[in-house]
Structure formats: structure tokens, C-alpha cells
């Protein structure tokens, strides 16, 4: 299997004006073809910094990182602009890029049937659910083709009920369009519920305390949801859960 990230030693020291501040320790994880990763950490522990690195709007202290593919950034704020309707907020990037083609105007059209949007291209962003806005911030990142996707706590914003079938959603998106993801969140059922691997990290100086491959799935082709059900899912929920208490402890 392809691998389409590879982080390498990595570690980021930031230059202050109140001293230095040493945010990644030695990170390691790598992502293969199709698979969903997730960075889960304590607030603060440099899970954004990672992301920055990955895309480059930042330059590692040291290490390095291989990416083969290009990427997608979804922020955990959807960034719609409230003055451009769901077709124009979703063509966006295809404007930056100047390559607003026919050919890839009718491929967001086929996403926006297929995924339940195409009935809203015309109405502006304050018309529609945080879920909906999320959904629509997802096919705009997938408009420009990307092969992997980077999500920065997408959920977060929403109220529960909504996290978890927008998760879902997300989840089955990522599956049909064959993409390669890396997720971050503090929320360990989602790490769980939503990911192949699972990457702990340590408070700040982030170190990776531990890496868990997630094999509930099998070869079923289960979301999200019906993960959580599974009776393995405990399991790693304790483990994690221990994990994640220890940043107490120390
Ligand atoms: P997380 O996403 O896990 O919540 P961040 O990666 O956003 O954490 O931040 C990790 C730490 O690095 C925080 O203490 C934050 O204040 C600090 N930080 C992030 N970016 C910068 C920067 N450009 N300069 C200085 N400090 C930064
Ligand atoms: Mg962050």
C-alpha cells in the first residue's frame, strides 16, 4: 500500500518574544493510501502545528515530511463567506487556482447530488444548519481534487446530536471519493469511531505517547455510528482513556 504521509523526527520550536517554546518532540506517524488517521491531543499539544507543517504554511524546527499528493484543508471553522451562495463559496478554490473549468464545475455538481447539497446551491450561508455548512465546507475542499485531507477539529463547533451524523456523513464522504485523511480532535469516541489508526500525542512538548491501529471495522462496511456499537469499541475507549489521563497525572 501507497503511503501518501510520512513525518519524520519532527519538531517545531517557537522563537517568542517571551523565550522559546518547544511544541513537537520527535513526532513520528505515517498515513497509507485510504486509510484515516487521527491526531488525537490535549488542547495546546501542537496538533494545528502538525497541520501547518503538513501544508507547508509552516517550516519544521526539524525533520522532515513527505507528502505524496496533494492536499485538502478543512478548518474547524467552515469559513464560508456569508456574501457568496453555496455554489460560489463551494468554486472558490477553483478560482484561486484559476482553473474553474467546465470539466471541474461538473464535478462539483456531481458532488453536490450525490451528497445531498445540490438543492441549496442557490441559497447563502446563514440559510443552512452548522451541518450543513460543514458539509458544504467539505465539498469545498474536495472541489479541487485533493488526494489527502487535512481536518482540523471539523466537528467541534457543532452541538452533539449534529457532530454525530455530520461525522458520519464526513466518514462516508471520505470512503466513496478514495481519500486519505488526517483528522484532529481531543474527543476520543471520535478518534475511535472515525479512524483506521489512531496517533496519541502527549501534552506540549508533544511526543507520540502511542499509536493504535483501530481493526473494528473488519472487512464491514460500517460509519461512524454503528462503530461505536461495536463491543471492541470499549476497549480501545479504556485504553485511550488511560492514555489521555495520564496528561493529568504528570
Ligand atoms: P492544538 O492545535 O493542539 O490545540 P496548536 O498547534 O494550535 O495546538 O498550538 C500549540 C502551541 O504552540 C500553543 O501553545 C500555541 O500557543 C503555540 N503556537 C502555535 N503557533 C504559534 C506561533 N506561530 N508562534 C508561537 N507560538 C505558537
Ligand atoms: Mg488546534
Known amino acids: 500500500m501507497q503511503q ?37 491531543g490535549p488542547s ?27 492536499i485538502g484543508y478543512m478548518f474547524q471553522k467552515d469559513h464560508l463567506l456569508e456574501w457568496r451562495n453555496i455554489m460560489d463559496n463551494i468554486t472558490l478554490g477553483l478560482e484561486i487556482q484559476k482553473s474553474k473549468t467546465e470539466q471541474n464545475i461538473l464535478q462539483i455538481e456531481k458532488l453536490l447530488k450525490t451528497y445531498g447539497l445540490w438543492e441549496f446551491r442557490n441559497m447563502y450561508p446563514k440559510e443552512l444548519s452548522g451541518g450543513m455548512r460543514q458539509r458544504v465546507a467539505l465539498i ?5 481534487n485533493p488526494d489527502i485531507l487535512l481536518l482540523d477539529e471539523p466537528f467541534s463547533a457543532l452541538d452533539y446530536q449534529t457532530r454525530l451524523l455530520v461525522s458520519d456523513d464526513v466518514y462516508k464522504i471520505i470512503k466513496n471519493e478514495n481519500k486519505s485523511a488526517i483528522l484532529v480532535t481531543h474527543d476520543i469516541s471520535e478518534a475511535i469511531s472515525m479512524s483506521d489508526k489512531v ?22 462496511d460500517l460509519t461512524p ?26
Do not use: H
Open 4 to 40: 501518501m504521509v510520512n513525518v519524520n523526527d519532527l519538531s517545531q520550536t517557537f522563537y517568542t518574544k517571551d523565550g522559546e517554546l518547544e511544541v513537537l518532540k520527535d513526532i513520528n506517524f505515517s498515513l497509507d493510501e485510504g486509510q484515516i488517521l487521527t491526531l488525537l
Open 140 to 144: 469545498r475542499t474536495l472541489s479541487v
Open 199 to 220: 496517533v496519541v500525542l502527549s501534552k506540549i512538548p508533544a511526543t507520540v505517547k502511542n499509536t493504535y491501529d483501530i481493526d473494528l471495522r473488519k472487512n464491514e
Open 44 to 70: 495546546g499539544c501542537g496538533k494545528s502545528t502538525i497541520l501547518n507543517i503538513l501544508t507547508k504554511l509552516l517550516n519544521p524546527t526539524s525533520g522532515d515530511v513527505t507528502i505524496n499528493g496533494k
Open 225 to 250: 455510528l454503528q462503530t461505536r456499537k461495536v463491543p471492541g469499541f470499549q476497549k480501545y475507549f479504556d485504553i485511550l482513556w488511560k492514555e489521555l489521563d495520564s496528561y493529568e497525572t504528570k
